[in-house]
C-alpha cells in the first residue's frame, strides 16, 4: 500500500513541475561560474565634431562582431564584461538576443544627443553585462567615476569631454549572490619608468629641453593620477552595494599594467586578487599585443586626451600602441573564502581572414563556488 501511496505523490509532483509556470522553476544548481572581460572596440578615433572617424566599414564591424560571437559561444561564459559597445543600445540587444542572456548596460560616452540622435552621430559606446538567465541577473545601476560637469544615459546625453563610468549588477548563483562589476579605466598615456626613458632620450637628442619634459611628465602623471580616484569611485559604489560582506567578480579595460600604482592598489588597499596570473616564463600575457594583433597597426593616428609639440606627440603615440602589455583583468574578493578560480586565460586571440575579433585580448576565469 504505501508503494502505491508513494508513486502516488512522485507521480502528482511530477505533473505540477510540468505544469509550473518558467518562474516557479527549481532553482539552477551550480558550482562554477565562467566570467569573460572583452574590450570590443568601437573602433572610432575621437576626430571630427559631426562624426567621429572610423577605421573600418559596416561590413568590416559586422564581420568583427561575427567573428566574436563565435568565440563567445565556444567559450560558453556565464557571464561577460563588456567595454566599447557601439551604439551600446543595439550592440548589446543583439548579442543578448543571440546569446540568449540577460543584460544590463549604460553609456559612458555619448556626446550631444536627444535618444539616438545626436552628436557625434557614430558615438554611443558603452559598458555592458551579460549573464546567463539562470543568474537572475538584477541591475544594480551605474557610477560616473571621473569626467567634467555632464551626464549620459540612454534617452539624453550632456557630454563635451571624456566620461569615464562603472557598471554594477549582482547574480545568484546556487544560493549564493555575488556582485558584479565592470568598468573603463581612462585610457591616457601612463608614465612608467620605460617611458621616462623615452623622454629622457628626446632630451639628449634635443628634441626638447629638460624643463619641457618635466613639463610633459608631469602632465602624463595626472592621468595616473585620474585612475586612481576612479578606482576609489568604483570601490565606494561597490561598497554601497554590499561588496564588504559579498563577493566581488570585478573586471574591465583598465588601462595599467600590471606593476602601476593602479593595479597595486586595487591588489594591496582594496584586497582583490587576480584571477590571471602571470606567465612564469614569459611575465603578463599581454592583452595590448602589438605583436599579434593586425588591429593594433591600424589606429596609430589614434587621439589621445592630451596634446603636446608633433614630435613628442608622435613619439609618445609610437610608444603607447607600439609597446604590447596587459591592460585587461578580472579581479575577485571573497570575505569568506570560498571563491576560488579553477582555469583563467586570454580570449580572442584567433583570427579570421586575418583579422582578429577586437584591438584587444580578453581574460576569462573559471571560478569554483564552494
Given at each position: 500500500?504505501?508503494?502505491?501511496?508513494?508513486?502516488?505523490?512522485?507521480?502528482?509532483?511530477?505533473?505540477?513541475?510540468?505544469?509550473?509556470?518558467?518562474?516557479?522553476?527549481?532553482e539552477?544548481?551550480?558550482?562554477?561560474?565562467?566570467?569573460?572581460?572583452?574590450?570590443?572596440?568601437?573602433?572610432?578615433?575621437?576626430?571630427?565634431?559631426i562624426?567621429?572617424?572610423?577605421?573600418?566599414?559596416?561590413?568590416?564591424?559586422?564581420?568583427?562582431?561575427?567573428?566574436?560571437?563565435?568565440?563567445?559561444?565556444?567559450?560558453?561564459?556565464?557571464?561577460l564584461?563588456?567595454?566599447?559597445?557601439?551604439?551600446?543600445?543595439?550592440?548589446?540587444?543583439?548579442?543578448?538576443?543571440?546569446?540568449?542572456?540577460?543584460r544590463?548596460?549604460?553609456?559612458?560616452?555619448?556626446?550631444?544627443?536627444?535618444?539616438?540622435?545626436?552628436?557625434?552621430?557614430?558615438?554611443?559606446s558603452?559598458?555592458?553585462?551579460?549573464a546567463?538567465?539562470?543568474?537572475?541577473?538584477?541591475?544594480r545601476?551605474?557610477?560616473?567615476?571621473?569626467?567634467?560637469?555632464?551626464f549620459?544615459?540612454?534617452?539624453?546625453?550632456?557630454?563635451?569631454?571624456?566620461?569615464?563610468?562603472?557598471l554594477?549588477?549582482?547574480?545568484?548563483?546556487?544560493?549564493?549572490?555575488?556582485?558584479?562589476l565592470?568598468?573603463?579605466?581612462?585610457?591616457?598615456?601612463?608614465?612608467?619608468?620605460?617611458?621616462r626613458?623615452v623622454?629622457?632620450?628626446?632630451?639628449?637628442?634635443g628634441?626638447?629641453?629638460?624643463?619641457?619634459?618635466?613639463?610633459?611628465?608631469a602632465?602624463?602623471?595626472?592621468?595616473?593620477?585620474?585612475?586612481?580616484?576612479?578606482?576609489?569611485?568604483?570601490?565606494?559604489?561597490?561598497?554601497?552595494?554590499?561588496?564588504?560582506?559579498?563577493?566581488v567578480?570585478?573586471?574591465?579595460?583598465?588601462n595599467?599594467e600590471?606593476e602601476?600604482?593602479?593595479?597595486?592598489?586595487?591588489?594591496?588597499?582594496?584586497?582583490?586578487?587576480?584571477?590571471?596570473?602571470?606567465?612564469?616564463?614569459?611575465?603578463?600575457?599581454?592583452?595590448?599585443?602589438?605583436?599579434?594583433?593586425?588591429?593594433?597597426?591600424?589606429?596609430?593616428?589614434?587621439?589621445f586626451?592630451?596634446?603636446?609639440?608633433?614630435?613628442?606627440?608622435?613619439?609618445?603615440?609610437?610608444?603607447?600602441?607600439?609597446?604590447?602589455?596587459?591592460?585587461?583583468?578580472?579581479?575577485?574578493?571573497?570575505?569568506?573564502?570560498?571563491?576560488?578560480?579553477?582555469?583563467?586565460?586570454?580570449?580572442?586571440?584567433?583570427?579570421?581572414?586575418?583579422?582578429?575579433?577586437?584591438?584587444?585580448?580578453?581574460?576569462?576565469?573559471?571560478?569554483?563556488?564552494?
Amino acid at each position: 500500500m504505501n508503494e502505491f501511496r508513494d508513486a502516488g505523490v512522485v507521480l502528482l509532483m511530477t505533473l505540477l513541475t510540468a505544469c509550473a509556470a518558467p518562474g516557479d522553476a527549481p532553482e539552477f544548481s551550480r558550482n562554477t561560474l565562467k566570467v569573460l572581460t572583452y574590450n570590443v572596440w568601437h573602433g572610432l578615433n575621437p576626430t571630427g565634431l559631426i562624426r567621429f572617424s572610423e577605421y573600418e566599414t559596416a561590413e568590416e564591424r559586422d564581420t568583427r562582431y561575427r567573428h566574436f560571437l563565435d568565440q563567445v559561444r565556444r567559450l560558453d561564459p556565464d557571464v561577460l564584461l563588456l567595454q566599447e559597445t557601439n551604439p551600446a543600445p543595439v550592440f548589446t540587444a543583439r548579442l543578448a538576443r543571440d546569446l540568449g542572456y540577460d543584460r544590463v548596460f549604460s553609456l559612458d560616452n555619448g556626446g550631444l544627443r536627444v535618444g539616438s540622435v545626436g552628436l557625434p552621430t557614430n558615438l554611443r559606446s558603452g559598458l555592458a553585462i551579460l549573464a546567463r538567465k539562470d543568474l537572475r541577473m538584477e541591475d544594480r545601476d551605474k557610477r560616473k567615476l571621473s569626467g567634467p560637469p555632464g551626464f549620459t544615459n540612454r534617452w539624453l546625453c550632456f557630454q563635451l569631454a571624456e566620461f569615464r563610468y562603472g557598471l554594477a549588477a549582482k547574480i545568484h548563483a546556487g544560493n549564493r549572490e555575488i556582485l558584479i562589476l565592470n568598468t573603463h579605466l581612462h585610457h591616457g598615456i601612463v608614465l612608467s619608468d620605460k617611458l621616462r626613458r623615452v623622454i629622457d632620450g628626446m632630451v639628449e637628442e634635443g628634441v626638447i629641453t629638460r624643463d619641457r619634459a618635466d613639463e610633459i611628465a608631469a602632465a602624463l602623471a595626472e592621468s595616473t593620477a585620474r585612475r586612481l580616484t576612479e578606482i576609489d569611485t568604483l570601490m565606494n559604489f561597490a561598497d554601497e552595494h554590499g561588496a564588504r560582506t559579498t563577493p566581488v567578480i570585478m573586471g574591465g579595460d583598465f588601462n595599467a599594467e600590471p606593476e602601476t600604482q593602479e593595479i597595486q592598489t586595487v591588489l594591496g588597499r582594496y584586497g582583490f586578487t587576480r584571477a590571471m596570473a602571470d606567465d612564469p616564463a614569459t611575465g603578463p600575457q599581454p592583452t595590448w599585443d602589438y605583436e599579434r594583433n593586425e588591429n593594433t597597426h591600424r589606429i596609430a593616428d589614434f587621439k589621445f586626451p592630451l596634446e603636446f609639440e608633433p614630435e613628442v606627440d608622435k613619439r609618445l603615440r609610437h610608444y603607447e600602441i607600439g609597446l604590447s602589455r596587459r591592460l585587461d583583468y578580472v579581479f575577485y574578493r571573497d570575505p569568506e573564502k570560498k571563491l576560488t578560480v579553477q582555469s583563467s586565460g586570454l580570449f580572442g586571440t584567433e583570427e579570421q581572414n586575418g583579422r582578429h575579433a577586437s584591438d584587444h585580448f580578453g581574460v576569462f576565469a573559471v571560478f569554483t563556488l564552494d
